[in-house]
């Protein structure tokens, strides 16, 4: 199948457009006409080479929504004309430990990411969402509920998913007390998830400013970091926070908000953080943990949840030909919440 996206030819270059051929369908696959795309900041790392491992050129996005146009032999889940997603995932071995337990996403293989990975049939270079286009085989390929509005859904493959993860693992319910920093594209879902499963949510921010948007969202309080004495009465406070911040911060501050045995998990920032002082994780046996998005069942389990609850992120849609000036505003962090392309709208 000829189709045609969004490529960066290399850590410098702006994203332009690039023909190119998806794979053969397979028996077990789906093609999907791609009909929005989520812009997450990873795709910004990547396309930067930000991490070290970029392999050029790349086609970034791994939060799809589409409509199958073909579907593959021995495919039963799927039929031509059904809205599907796909998230950051695309394949993994199938039989190893995690995947026989639904957590594919920890493959003892290695999952196949949905772009910048090298496809373990063809060892092609996989191509993601910035696309007319995209070949997933069936397993990786998701339903959605079919009260939500489908321009809105993306950012859930993503963000939603990164952030409802860790709430399940840490079993979050009613009255449970949750604290959320940072308010972008990941906090602003993780108070939303949160707080439509009943906790009492609390964000922690450097920024009076976004206090109303905050109880907007869902939470029950706001924090400001820098408040000293605030800080000092909201110790011991906390069963979980979920950190969003994308780049190298301090934790410290934030470890005696844990209460004895809580949880301080990382969803944002991928490699160093600031030298951490242990005395407040021995003096609370407090934790500091990390999450990496969800296995399929997991994800699915979101978008049924976020299809109950009526829970979409808050977008701002865009164009696939204005992709560059999108990614000049995320590095400003000057979104939103969160970016969405319209396929359908786009002209290349």
């Known amino acids: 199948m000829q189709t045609i996206g969004y490529a960066a030819a290399s850590a410098q270059s702006p994203l332009e457009p690039y023909h190119y051929e998806c794979r053969e369908l397979r028996d077990n696959d789906v093609a999907i006409e791609i009909l929005y795309s989520g812009v997450c900041h990873s795709d910004l ?7 070290g491992w970029t392999v050029y050129p790349t086609v970034p996005g791994h939060e799809i929504v589409g409509r199958v146009v073909q579907v593959g032999s021995q495919v039963n889940k799927y039929k031509v004309g059904d809205h599907v997603a796909v998230g950051c995932m695309v394949d993994s071995c199938q039989e190893c ?5 639904g957590e594919e996403q920890f493959c003892e293989q290695g999952f196949t990411q949905t772009y910048n ?5 063809t060892q ?5 969402g910035y696309a007319k286009h995209i070949v997933v085989r069936q397993e ?4 959605i509920p079919a009260s939500l509005d489908l321009a809105k859904v993306a950012p859930l493959l993503c963000a939603g998913i990164t952030t409802y993860s860790p709430l399940r693992t840490w079993n979050v319910g009613l009255g449970s007390q949750v604290a959320v920093i940072g308010m972008g594209g990941l906090g602003h879902m993780a108070i939303k998830l949160a707080a439509a499963m009943g906790a009492h949510v609390t964000v922690l921010s450097r920024s009076e400013s976004k ?10 309080d706001f924090l400001i970091s820098s408040d000293l004495e605030r800080m000092q009465q909201a110790a011991n406070c906390f069963e979980l926070i979920i950190d969003t911040v994308p780049t190298k911060h301090d934790i410290t501050p934030y470890l005696p908000l844990l209460n004895v045995d809580g949880t301080l998990t990382l969803v944002g920032q991928v490699g160093p953080i600031a030298e951490v002082n242990t005395v407040p994780m021995v003096m609370g046996r407090r934790r500091i943990a990390a999450s990496l998005i969800g296995g399929n069942a997991e994800t699915q389990e979101m978008l049924d949840f976020c299809g109950r609850m009526n829970i979409l992120p808050e ?8 992709i560059n000036e999108a990614f000049e505003r995320l590095e400003k962090s000057d979104v939103h919440y969160r970016f969405v392309i319209d396929m359908q709208a786009s002209s290349f």
């Open 140 to 143: 990786f390929v998701l339903s």
């Open 211 to 220: 206090r109303s948007d905050a109880l907007e969202l869902g939470a029950s």
């Open 315 to 322: 977008v701002e849609m865009i164009k696939m030909e204005q």
């Open 97 to 101: 430990t995690h995947c026989h337990h």
């Open 117 to 121: 990975s090298v496809d373990r049939h």
């Open 45 to 51: 790392h990547t396309v930067k080479n930000d991490w």
């Open 124 to 128: 092609e270079l996989t191509k993601g």
